[in-house]
């Protein structure tokens, strides 16, 4: 599997706090069949994004994996004045791997009334747009017609693999099978901030997913769909063909 979305370089935001802390949550990621993980600090006004810094950590960090998991970059990409000017103004800064696609992230408290114009102005400039858990954000849960509309207009959805299993609670829960059950769901990634409640693995979510609505549909969301990013590949547009959910869940 690739995670596309984690918070596995310690000291950068609120994810790992020690170098033994980001190489603990690597462990438990290959533990789980994770084979790449892309590094995602956070980038807001509580937390500095440091391009160089996060280069030099996860160097570090790969030498001590030796092989075992492939560590990439990005950005937790808060959607904000500041941070959409340096976008355009260098597309490849906050993306992953530099190749263009970009976490965005959104408040709790407002959505820019001109998000999709935005959007288009980053897709112009080179970003291809994924936006993170909207399941877990109350304003997006509210208006599942202003996400249809995005993903129409060629962005990405990205849910937390947390969510599914219902760790988010039950309203996150719910809102991700909507977005599963209408394909309007394009990755499945762990956000992964500790080894507890957040923690990298997503073995038993892909078992969820496959058992829920098949072995592609889960394939697509936790392996080819984010080999595409981490490569800086392009993805078909709109929605996924969405799957024939079953009768009898599998549960594990």
């Given at each position: 599997m690739v995670d596309i979305h984690s918070?596995?370089?310690?000291?950068?935001?609120?994810?790992?706090?020690?170098?033994?802390?980001?190489?603990?949550?690597?462990?438990?990621?290959?533990?789980?069949?994770?084979?790449?993980?892309?590094?995602?600090?956070?980038?807001?006004?509580?937390?500095?994004?440091?391009?160089?810094?996060?280069?030099?950590?996860?160097?570090?960090?790969?030498?001590?994996?030796?092989?075992?998991?492939?560590?990439?970059?990005g950005c937790d990409f808060h959607l904000h004045l500041d941070n959409i000017q340096a976008s355009l103004a260098d597309s490849k800064k906050f993306s992953v791997n530099g190749l263009g696609w970009v976490l965005v992230e959104f408040g709790d408290f407002a959505i820019f009334p001109n998000t999709e114009e935005i959007f288009t102005r980053m897709r112009s400039a080179g970003m291809h747009i994924i936006v993170t858990h909207p399941e877990r954000n109350w304003l997006l849960r509210s208006d599942l017609a202003r996400l249809e509309r995005w993903v129409s207009s060629g962005a990405f959805l990205q849910v937390t693999?947390?969510?599914?299993?219902?760790?988010?609670?039950?309203?996150?829960?719910?809102?991700?099978?909507?977005?599963?059950?209408?394909?309007?769901?394009h990755f499945l990634a762990s956000d992964a901030h500790?080894?507890?409640?957040?923690?990298?693995?997503?073995?038993?979510?892909?078992?969820?997913?496959?058992?829920?609505?098949?072995?592609?549909?889960?394939?697509?969301?936790?392996?080819?769909n984010p080999q595409a990013v981490i490569e800086g590949r392009a993805l078909p547009s709109g929605p996924l063909p969405p799957p024939e959910k079953r009768w009898f869940p599998f549960w594990r």
């Open positions: 918070h596995v370089l310690w000291g950068m935001d609120d994810g790992a706090r020690s170098l033994e802390n980001s190489l603990a949550m690597l462990e438990m990621a290959v533990s789980g069949g994770t084979t790449d993980i892309v590094a995602t600090p956070h980038a807001n006004a509580v937390y500095e994004f440091q391009p160089a810094l996060i280069a030099e950590r996860r160097a570090e960090l790969q030498l001590h994996m030796e092989g075992r998991i492939r560590i990439h970059t693999g947390g969510s599914v299993l219902g760790t988010f609670g039950a309203e996150a829960r719910k809102f991700a099978e909507t977005l599963l059950d209408k394909g309007l769901a500790d080894l507890q409640r957040r923690s990298p693995r997503l073995d038993h979510v892909r078992a969820h997913v496959a058992g829920r609505y098949g072995e592609e549909y889960a394939d697509a969301l936790l392996r080819t």
